[in-house]
């Protein structure tokens, strides 16, 4: 789930702008809510389930107010939000395990699956600049973040951090506005509004007697 995540929105990137690719990976949060009643026997409370749909009213705004002029490169952003979801739910099932072995594996894993194809169909050549860049990238894109995230799903459900990963679509364009100049349109922050009331929301309901305590991992409080 990690390598096809990565590389289906890496590839999306590649294909349109990265406000069209995060936006639509975000549709993520519906994969988890969907999904982990039946995966994880997790239920939703009636101030998430407003708070998803205050985020998700965000991600809608922000994919018909974009041109869609990019069909393939959306549809490739859209799987990218399924396998994103698959993940979320993956890694709150392995909230037991060491978060930085998961991370590891992952990694390494992906290297391992990816480089046939870029064996057969791409290259391994690039310049000094850019293997430092893979590298930062490889640590502050993949590596930090997920274990960061593997730590904190030991404790908060996944449909949870679902919702307050949902930032992400708000900093993605920003970020590229300020380093590299890429602009959006106003429906970008129209729905970037959205997206932040209902991560703030999810953030304010969850309880302290809903976490997770690391030193007694068979307790899972807020059913």
């Not at 549809?75 to 990218?80: E, G, I, K, M, N």
């Amino acid at each position: 789930m990690f390598t096809a995540m990565t590389s289906t929105l890496v590839a999306a990137m590649t294909m349109t702008t990265a406000a069209n690719a995060i936006i639509l990976q975000y549709t993520a949060p519906v994969w988890v809510a969907v999904l982990s009643p039946f995966l994880l026997k997790e239920r939703m409370r009636t101030t998430e389930a407003a708070a998803m749909t205050a985020a998700m009213m965000g991600v809608a705004v922000l994919f018909f107010g974009n041109p869609v002029s990019h069909r393939s490169a959306m549809f490739v952003a859209l799987l990218s939000g399924l396998f994103f979801g698959l993940l979320l739910i993956a890694l709150r099932a392995l909230r037991h395990t060491d978060p930085f072995a998961v991370v590891a594996l992952n990694t390494l894993g992906s290297a391992l699956l990816m480089a046939p194809a870029v064996f057969f169909f791409g290259s391994f050549a690039f310049t000094p600049a850019q293997f430092g860049l893979l590298i930062l990238l490889g640590f502050l894109q993949f590596s930090l973040p997920y274990a960061i995230y593997s730590w904190a799903s030991r404790r908060i459900k996944a449909h949870r951090a679902s919702l307050i990963v949902l930032m992400e679509a708000v900093f993605t364009p920003t970020m590229t506005f300020l380093t590299v100049g890429e602009t959006f349109p106003l429906a970008t922050s129209v729905g970037g509004v959205f997206i932040v009331a209902g991560a703030a929301s999810a953030l304010f309901t969850i309880k302290e007697t809903d976490e997770i305590a690391i030193d007694h991992p068979h307790l899972d409080h807020g059913d």
